[in-house]
C-alpha cells in the first residue's frame, strides 16, 4: 500500500516515471482508489504533464529557467550556489505531491499525461518519492 | 465512490463546477473523507479561488495570460498552434488535482471558494473531470 | 481523523504549522495513511519548502511579490485594497490543498521539508486550516 522510490537525476528538467507507479499501482492489487505521489525535496518537484512530444518537457523547463533566473541580484539564500534559490522557488511554483484517481487497478490518467519529477538543480541527485494506495 | 463528469468549454477562462461536485458528494454518502478532483488533461487545470466577483476570475484569466504570452519566440512546440504551449505551462502552473476535505456529507470548502476548470486553449474542447470521495 | 485549526497571522510571509500537524498525526493514532491539508480561504495558501534557512523563506515571499506586484494597472478587482487581488493570484500560483503520506504514525516529511501558511494578505487575519487523515 506505500513504498518508496530513487529516482537518479542528471541536471535540470523532466524525469518520466509513469511506468514506475503503474508497476506499484498493479502490484497493490486495490481495484478504486487514490495514488498519492509525494516528493521529499524542496529543490525539486512534481508535475503531470504532455509525454507526447519531447519538445513540451523542454519547453516547460525553459519557461521556468526565464521566469526565475539565477542571477536575481536581490536574492539573499545564495550560499549553496546560484541555482538553489531559484530551484526552491520553482518547486513552490509547482507540486510537492499528486492525487490520481485509480480504476480498475489502474491509474486514470488521460491519453496524454505522463507523471514527471522535475529537477531544478544542476548537480545529480537521489530524489526520494513516496508512492501510497488509499482505497 | 468514483464518477467522471465532463465539462465543455468555449475558449480560455474559468468554468465553475461546485454544484456538480456538491451534487456527486451528496449522492455518495460518505459522512467525513475526502474529494479528490483529478483532470485527465494536460491543457486545461483545476483551481478553488473567490466565486463572490466575477473580476476575479477574469483577473486571474488575464494574469496568466500576461506571464505566459503566446508569442514566446523561443518555444519550440508550436505545431498544435500558439495557444497550445502556453496552455502547457499555465497547466503546471496551476494543479492538476485538488483535495477537499468533506464531513457530514458536504466539502468543507470556505465561505467564499468555488471550483474551477481553468481552461487555457482557445477552441472548445470537451474536459473529463474525475471525482472519487475517500472515507 | 478530522480537525480544523486557526492559524493568525499579521502581514504577508511564510507561517510554519509543521508542530502542529505532526501534533494530531501523533494523536489520531493512525499507522499508514495520507495527511490532507487544506486551507479554507482564496488570498493566502499551502506550502512544502525548506525550514532550515529562514533566508529561504524571505526570498519565497520577495519573488512572488515581485512577479504579483501591487501596481498592476491593468487589474478590474480591487475594491478590497491593492494586495487582495495579487494575493488571489498568488494563491492560485501555489496550493490549496496537500497530501503528505504518513508511516508509523509519523508524516514522511523529507530532513528539510516544513508545512506552511503562505500569508499573502496585509492585514491580519485568521486563517482556517483542516487536517484530514485517511488510512
Request: glycine letters at 6%.
Amino acid at each position: 500500500m506505500q513504498t518508496e522510490i530513487t529516482i537518479e537525476t542528471s541536471g535540470q528538467g523532466l524525469y518520466e516515471f509513469t511506468r514506475e507507479a503503474e508497476r506499484f499501482v498493479t502490484g497493490a492489487g486495490v481495484e478504486t482508489g487514490i495514488l498519492t505521489i509525494f516528493v521529499r525535496h524542496t529543490s525539486c518537484s512534481m508535475l503531470i504533464q504532455e509525454n507526447a512530444d519531447p519538445d513540451v518537457q523542454r519547453d516547460l523547463h525553459e519557461f521556468f529557467a526565464r521566469i526565475v533566473p539565477e542571477n536575481m541580484e536581490w536574492l539573499r539564500h545564495t550560499q549553496e550556489g546560484p541555482d538553489d534559490m531559484p530551484a526552491h522557488i520553482k518547486a513552490a511554483m509547482t507540486q510537492v505531491s499528486l492525487s490520481i484517481p485509480v480504476a480498475r487497478s489502474s491509474m486514470l490518467l488521460g491519453t496524454w499525461q505522463g507523471i514527471y519529477l522535475f529537477e531544478h538543480r544542476r548537480a545529480p541527485h537521489s530524489r526520494k518519492v513516496v508512492l501510497h494506495i488509499s482505497p
